[in-house]
Nanobody, 124 residues
Framework: QVQLVESGGGLVQAGGSLRLSCAAS????????MGWFRQAPGKEREFVAR????????YYADSVKGRFTISRDNAKNTVYLQMNSLNPEDTAVYSC?????????????????WGRGTQVTVSS
């Protein structure tokens, strides 16, 4: 089992940057594949990015590729999402996800554990 707590959300102007953090506690952090999803008002939750247990492999949704970077620090039990060149379409609640699979699923219903989420609002 793992508990996830996100931080770092807020209000930013278009073109700006934010860095989200997700602190994990519980079972050994390096045993979890980690990732981020987001849910905009009136829309379904969607996959954003994932990172392997070691941090060696990452994968991104096309909508954020080249702008967002996911990373993890297993010594600090934390996963990060650096978001650059933000635009209003990035406005959403961003949630951290953990899964015991070797590769984090990109379908939200298949995820083992979730954080509560942090709001990101991008103004035009």
């Amino acid at each position: 089992q793992v508990q996830l707590v996100e931080s770092g959300g807020g209000l930013v102007q278009a073109g700006g940057s934010l860095r989200l953090s997700c602190a994990a506690s519980g079972r050994t952090f390096s045993m979890w594949a980690m990732g981020w999803f987001r849910q905009a008002p009136g829309k379904e939750r969607e996959f954003v990015a994932r990172i392997s247990r070691s941090g060696a492999t990452t994968y991104y949704a096309d909508s954020v590729k080249g702008r967002f970077t996911i990373s993890r620090d297993n010594a600090k039990n934390t996963v990060y999402l650096q978001m650059n060149s933000l635009n209003p379409e990035d406005t959403a609640v961003y949630s951290c996800a953990a899964d015991s699979s070797l590769v984090l699923p990109t379908i939200s219903s298949q995820i083992d554990y979730w954080g509560r989420g942090t709001q990101v609002t991008v103004s035009s």
